[in-house]
């Protein structure tokens, strides 16, 4: 990422930025004291051409003001791929979700020019929100928008409407939120409406079996409210999970006006029925939950007919790059496949992120959590991650001597502090250790979804290196 300067505001700095600032529409209704404050707790940054500015799924810990240039805003939807969002230009904020209750970027935001931003931190404007009531009032609005947006973009299932159609849905959703473990809905209860996942996971669970997992965009409720008839499944929140919930009413009168989406809905009630219920599907989603592998994107697995089990390459050359090995196999199988023993980088609620007091795990671009030199070795990561997947490595002092090298390579010297370390598929390297170091090409990146196969029968060059 081309690099970013940063100014802190001197008080002639602050002048000058409260004229700035007053000229701006989506400030110039504001109190000048509000304004004044604001100011204040203002950082100014540069942004470079193509830089990226956040990334979706990353922790937030700033709130964005664009002064100059423009920005353009990005999301995946449920395949993967990217949608475009309308474009931001001077006085639009960005980042505000993490002061109304989002813990994770909903879009990416890149540069399209130059840029000029004021950076707030969230903490400072939360901490002053009593003396920030206007602007708080008229980001709740733009936040509600924002959120609708890109939640009913993800949504296959009301792609066929029209933009005022989705606009009046949008304007008729409650929100709700659950924390991991709460029943969201009981078997045999009568659905209020249709639920829209927002922002994290919820296993569905039918005679006690867990039969799928849900994602943001996805939907659930149907059943009950075309049949007329109560719940078949509970649904239990894996992560903290937000959700927009369409009432009956409405569902009703959108069914009733649109046949395309009420057909839509039937045959996913039906595929659902099928595909959930049947006992090889059941066995491999109770194996993606109970290890945590369904809470990430991308999954490390060996293609074991290729694979040596006494050679041990992939997990030496592992321990070479990062002093402890980063993955393991214990016999995760799927097929002929085998999910290895590591970091599953949670997408979403991942609770070494929340445990971290440093916020030294962020998202990267493309999925993976990694450990950032904000880290002070306190250990609450390890304890907090429920699948073991973290562990700590000494870090020890510089040194160019001879002496220094030869003292910390025969343990005679204490280490300066210890480290967090998990598989992030080696950020910041041109290759994967593990993979490289395989000599008969078993090891390979797929996505989660390719495990929920009960057989494996693509051909090589379907399996995902990056």
Not at 47 to 62: A, L, P, W
Not at 322 to 344: I, T, W
Not at 405 to 415: A, D, I, K
Not at 437 to 443: E, G, K, Q, R, V
Request: hydrophobic letters at 40%; one cysteine or more; proline letters at 5%.
């Amino acid at each position: 990422m081309p690099e970013t300067a940063e100014h802190p505001a001197s008080n002639q700095a602050s002048l000058s930025r409260i004229a700035e600032l007053q000229q701006l529409d989506s400030m110039q209704y504001l109190p000048v004291e509000e304004i004044e404050l604001l100011a204040k707790h203002a950082t100014l940054r540069v942004f470079e051409q193509q830089s990226t500015i956040i990334v979706e799924g990353d922790s937030g810990r700033h709130v964005f003001l664009l002064l100059s240039g423009t920005v353009k805003q990005t999301m995946r939807d449920q395949d993967g791929d990217d949608i475009l969002l309308s474009p931001l230009g001077p006085g639009d904020l960005f980042g505000e979700g993490v002061l109304f209750g989002l813990r994770y970027r909903r879009t990416s935001v890149h540069a399209l020019t130059r840029t000029h931003i004021l950076q707030f931190k969230a903490a400072d404007l939360q901490s002053n929100a009593d003396q920030l009531t206007h602007f708080f009032r008229s980001l709740r609005v733009r936040f509600r928008e924002r959120l609708l947006q890109t939640t009913l973009a993800r949504v296959s299932l009301l792609a066929p409407l029209t933009p005022v159609e989705r606009l009046d849905i949008s304007q008729q959703l409650d929100d709700q939120h659950f924390e991991r473990g709460v029943e969201i809905i009981q078997a045999g209860g009568i659905s209020e409406g249709l639920y829209i996942v927002a922002e994290g996971q919820a296993v569905v669970v039918h005679d006690a079996q867990r039969i799928a997992v849900l994602q943001p965009g996805d939907v659930f409720g149907e059943m009950s409210l075309l049949d007329n008839e109560p719940h078949e499944a509970s649904i239990v929140a894996l992560t903290p999970i937000h959700l927009l919930i369409l009432p009956r009413r409405t569902f009703d009168y959108l069914l009733a006006r649109r046949a395309d989406v009420a057909e839509g809905l039937q045959q996913m009630a039906q595929q659902r029925r099928q595909h959930d219920r049947q006992p090889e599907h059941i066995a491999v989603m109770e194996q993606l939950v109970a290890t945590g592998i369904v809470r990430g994107k991308m999954a490390l697995a060996r293609q074991t007919e290729l694979c040596d089990p006494t050679c041990h390459l992939c997990e030496d050359a592992c321990a070479k790059r990062f002093k402890l090995p980063r993955l393991g196999f214990s016999s995760q199988m799927f097929g002929p496949l085998e999910a290895a023993n590591s970091c599953h980088n949670c997408q979403w609620g991942a609770e070494c992120v929340e445990a971290c007091p440093e916020d030294a795990i962020r998202l990267n671009q493309d999925g993976f959590l990694v450990i950032t030199d904000r880290c002070t070795g306190c250990g609450d990561c390890v304890d907090a991650c429920p699948y073991n997947a973290i562990n700590q490595v000494p870090v020890y002092p510089e040194t160019n001597s001879m002496l220094g090298w030869l003292l910390r390579h025969t343990r005679r010297v204490e280490p300066a502090m210890l480290r967090a370390n998990k598989c992030d598929a080696c950020s910041g390297y041109d290759d994967h250790a593990c993979i490289s170091a395989c000599p008969s090409n078993a090891l390979h990146w797929i996505p989660v979804e390719q495990l929920l196969q009960t057989t494996f029968s693509q051909p090589q060059h379907d399996l995902v290196h990056r």
